[in-house]
């Protein structure tokens, strides 16, 4: 937008419209009227009590961004529309003579809660004051409305600084002698007035403007301003809300909750966003204004309770509830408030609510016939039902740590979900921390949106003060983070960083644990557990999102009970079994350490032989050549065949063991596909540190001669760390191999297929260990199917000949047991040149599995093990990169090469099979990607799966 | 082929025909009768004296090599042709009546000296014998010709062991009392031929084929066998000759230069091979038979003495040299035989030659009007050029080597260079030693083609016999290897692998240096230089190629030195200009080490600020959100203040210093653009290693209160060695921040523009300098044009990162100098991610400079670092890689990303500069590729300048 907006600007807005009076908008509007005004405007449309207003459109909270000033005549309409409003009303703005008063609010598209600034009781000034005085009867209430208008309008509008006039109030009841606000007199109030205006004039450098116009423009702009306040940055960015979208203003004729007893607020949810049980639940305060409930200062009442204070307007409610969830078809959360006895709607929205509640609400929509079973999938935002599959404390656990007295308090259970981290009482430490890699637990009296930033890295949140629709527990369930709210036990030092609980005191760095779902907090470090499986209304979602997604879901999983878990949450097969995990399991690592130091000295002497050998075939046999090189092949022989004898044992003693392994998963999976992917990481990776290792030597040699009887003692101590009986020189050769081993870059070394061309044996011996373990299956009944996976082809060369290597062994295999079992050979693609090549590469493979965690490694040229610890966090800040790419599939790089892939691959091989296994196989936006692409399927973690059969039918119902 | 090729396998033939008579074939048919075949039947329509014969074709070699047997009715064809030529010569095949006799010599369409066999005399038997006898009135020379006859044909067609075949002369020379072999008389030799004929039997287990058909039949075979030896694969290889091709047989009548004094052998060269001077070159043997000069067993008579012996037949040969050069237009090496004072005219082909000799004569014929410049530019193999290159001992060295006595013997010049390294005198030894790293100088009595592997990878060789045809000068000259031959001062023990030359001994292992060009072998290693400038024919070649090229032709230089080397070879500009060892410099070196200490803290938290600083911004000044963060930045600054002022101290002590680098080079590059590249390695690279620091401080901590003799010793030892004053704190500190910047994958780590991104200040510095020197160098009137080049961009953000912080920079400078200076911003495209988003690249970016090396590093995912010591070589040797692609360019995998980001990035900035930096850039075939990319100029070290020239002109002359 450009300044010539400055005149023009009204053209470009929709309909050229800036303001819409709540009779003229609707639900439909949202992107214009953001979502509350919109939600007003329907309100009022539906005949419910909606205190009359207008809104002014996001379009001009852009146009007034991109101008940094209000727009030319935006004033005189916002006056306009008060004209018509305080004529709706029978008030009159800014008069002493029963005075219009305004809410003026912000209003996104995209519910912000409490990221942006909110004005009431506007319109007061010394005249407009005395009116309200006489038309409320009460003259203590004007005046207090007039000193909060005082206050909040220096903060919101004029960003003076709220702290001193809440010392000015203490100053007060100091010197009249009372401790609570309440017992300050009008008289008392009026005197605040006058010292607050003093304080604003002192603090602004002006009076306090008395003209009420000048008042609500002011706030107009404010909340404006306040779209792009840090909080709200932070927030949009955590959200992935665009920062574009702008926010309405909208402004309203007030109407008091803190009019006395015969008043009060209150926030209602149409069903439990905990369980997403049907009936009515929220919070309600008597004698109140609306930002009391949500502040968190005081806690407020059970919703139901008031059914005995209100019992008419109870009922009331509870019409306009089910009217509004039936005329929205999804349960609501609003805002309303009682003034003398009469029920006005300020608000109604979508209900934030758990994942638990959400698979809830949108299975029981179903049966009462509010939605149907499309709407209910799409409904669950896949991420959601992570928080489904939350840790939880197992039985055990939880038992052992109440007879141990670790139980220290129990709060509100704010947002379920249990969570183990250290201490931290503030959001800067909290991020800090987490940076540093601890896991930590945010600790509060309650959290204000200036802490957004350290909530949002927290494992979890808890807090002394607040309720349920607090901020902490309105966030924590928004982002899904475990959280305790109004754990009043907990006395919190935040000067000290201590919190005291009966005589236990803890601070910064210890450890707790705290359960959401229960609202327990337990001292020390307690062992979580995993969900092993879903709950039936989970169950029946998924059933429904299976019915439409395109994508085949399977999981990533090494053992047989990772297997288990994943058929349990619904995966189809095994999309990534990795072999190194099994190859570094305790028992087998020696035997793994001791042959890969032969492997080399083993495998090259045999190349060395065969090619020998193989130059001797047609040359006759008394010739010179056939002399020399028999000669050579025997001395060679005579030097290779130990080695080649150990490596060939020690493969010998792993081949039982792989075998096992397999014949587990491929049980467990028994009628589905099991990719196996052969040894991938780099072989010195299963050696010991070369560090420990240099130390340990260098430690020894320094003392040798020096001091027997400390190079003794280091001795003995290094025997004891390493659990063996090495000898220094065992030692010394140790290390010489492992640094014989190290690679400048691992990552792009000794490793993928290579390992298995370098040292064919190894990959050898692990597809005899799928085959036999296969063969063995079949006999006893078990279909088992087998894939078997090549990582890191780069050329179609690797993988003829890795391919021809397997097919040989599995015609060995075959011959062996007399059968016959169906299998696949493919590859990852998980470099670029594969990409490139991969019409050639479809021909000699099977299938195609997208390794997108080493393809995006490749393509972007980052190090996923070092770019977190260096760059990745300031590009994230510097916005030089949207997502981490390792996250989030990046489309444009990767997903250009994997689409070329793709399509290339499948022209030269119609019905080859695509998968990705990379870690964004669970991440719903590169599962949306995967679907557009026609990947076959997607594989993740067994937690991931529920994730990604949701994912893959949103991307299916979204694309169609 | 398949096996109905032994039926109608004559119909796939060119013509159908299997076999040519000379007559019937000719120069042109050089694919299907080979180059030997071909010139004979050339010359014998020209009318030259050659002796009558006929060529099996290549083609029926292939069918050979299919079938795995002689086709069927190829043996009557065969016989057939003999029949002819029998009647041509008037004499019989196989009779005791005026014989037929035979040469059987292989002949492929690519000459491969000695790599394939040869039988002589063929059709001798114990008749024939006595016919040949009859005829030459010579039977000692009869049975000497059938004794030899026997003895190859065991060798060659059987495969017998020759050398047993020598023990049984050695034997009959004991037994008669004679030393030399033509003491032995004709009875003698009749008894010999029974001896090798019972040897025969023995060892082949059947009678010696008295049948001529027979004989003949068997030969051809073997000669289609030996197109697949190994020691002809392997020289194929090397050479890059495809296995398809085959090798015809051709069939001659013999001519004996062994029949007495009045008959001879040479070979002939139509200008000097080794400086291309317009005179005949050769080698000449009185009484000897041709294979006794190639095999260097004698060493022969410089050619031009063959004018004293035979006038006339001087004056024959050389009107037949001109004829034969006038008619192929290009310098014939012909192979003539004398037989009792006739000429015979036995080969003639292109004559092999060095670069320099390539170059003077390709020069020579366009001035002589033989051929076209275009013709002339094509005759050099680019990479000849890097021959003109060699190193050479500067004449300083030569002199102190010579004055300390270090001249050991001088041999015969037989192929330019000087070559420094150590002895080898086997070929395995040669690989073994060449492979561990070490250059070789292969040393021999005489080389076989059986070394071939040995001297392929051999830095230069040495021979103690044969002259300057003999096999080790051939092949050293085709593969410019330094080479000396005939040194026979050396004594050369194989058994104890030693060398005695006068007094002194040398061995294995021990290090010596030659010179080709002179002859002289010197003991020890003495310092070579590279030379600096062309000779003027080569620039008259390069000249004429400058003409054809499309091209640019830019250098790779980081000094001054360079830049003018590089501009004398004629580069057009630098093409990549390195920053980085500018920082590795002895005297910068410790502040570059200081200023990375520190970099991070002081980066980071002037991050940290400016971000906090930047949250104020709009903010009012009195709100508690203004008071806690400006209370936050007064305590950040504290913290940062001195970090941050070091830092900038020390970036400001590197400024002047790197102005002064990029002052002298766009100093010595005027007019010309100078790429020049912001830091790109990692910046832990510039610390101490990291092992190091680590045993230091563990030797220290160790004996630390154990033994403080022992420490103080060892702190004094590391003291010395570090050369600096530190304590083991020190040490400690250094090794802490040494080990938190260690990555475990550099390579895709903390570099290319991410430190321009983390670390801008020295992004921001180097700009500066480059800006400043060239301004200051306009002001003094000197033409600087420097090309900003941010490297390692993956994404579109980086780069408007970068280039808004470079141009931030340079409107700064050029404010304070008050010019403005020609300059562009580009970037290396080095990351696949680049190449997808090449299109938006382009918008945002003047050029684009292919990093070829980075690119392939990243595209197949090999660690360059790595990939040699691990699995390239078995790569190569299994032939996964049919090259390696750090010194090729893959086209198929890097070549199309390439493609993509030249076609696309033009698309969207037509006049995007594109060009390459990799170490491909002076690769012909890689510069082949960039030409039909399209790119405006390849840049390459200064060395490989001319290459470059002269490949650009062959890429766009073979692609017009």
Redesign the interface.
Known sequence: MTQTLSQDWKKELTDQKATYAFEEGGAKMKNILGGKGANLSEMTSLGFPVPPGFVVTTEVCNVYSALGKMPDGLGDEVLQRTEELAKKMDKKFGSSDSPLLLSVRSGARISMPGMMDTVLNLGLNDEAVKGLAKESGDERFAYDAYRRFIQMFS?VV???????FEHLIADKKKEVGVVFDKDLTAEHLKALVDDFKDKFRK??GREFPTDAKEQLLLAVEAVF?SW???RAMVYREKERIPHDLGTAVNVQAMVFGNMGDGSGTGVAFTRDYNTGEKKPVGDFLINAQGEDVVAGIRTPQPLQEMENVFPELWKELQDISTKLENHYTDMQDMEFTVEKGKLFMLQTRTGKRTAQSAVKIAVDMVEEGLIDEKTAVMRIAPEQLDKLLHPYIPEDVKKKADSEGKLLAKGTNASPGAATGIVVFEA?DAVHKAHEGHQVILVRPETTP?DAHGMAVAKGILTSTGGPSSHAALVARGWGIPCIVGCEALKIDLAKKKVTVGDVTFGEGDKITIDGGTGEVLLGELELHEPTDLSPETKTILGWADQYRKLGVYANADTPTDAQRARNFGAEGIGLCRTEHMFMEKDRLPIVQEMIMIASAAESGH?ELT?LED?LK??????????DTSE?IAKLKAKVEKPWNKYNDLLGKLLPIQRGDFSGILEAMKGQWVIIRLLDPPLHEFLPAF?DL??DV??LK??QG??SG?YDK?LSEIKARRGDDATLEQLEELLEKVESMK????????R?C?LG??FPEIYKMQVRAIMEAASELQKKGIDAKPEIMIP?I??V??MK?CRAQAEAVIAEVEKEQGLKVEHKIGTMI????AT??AGELSQVADFFSFGTN?LT???????R???AG??MP??L?????KRDPFQVV?R???G??MKMAVTEGRESNEGLEVGICGEHGGEPESVDFCHSLGLNYVSCSPFRVPIARLAAAHAAINQA
Do not use: C, W
Not at 857 to 863: A, E, R
């Open positions: 903060d004029m960003g003076l600084p709220k702290h001193e603090e602004a301003k792009n306040n840090p800067n200036d190349r090619k130059s047609g040359v006759n046999k008394e010739s010179r050549q056939h002399r050579q560090g240099l130390v260098t430690r320094t003392l020096v001091d400390a280091a690679e400048s870059n691992p990552m792009l070394g000794q993928f290579r061309i370098v890191g780069g050329s060369e690797e000949l998980e470099l670029p040149r490139t090549v080493d490694q490749t393509t972007y040229g980052y190090s093990d070092d770019a260096t760059f300031v590009y800040e510097k916005e030089v990169l990046d444009k790089g990767v250009r090469l």
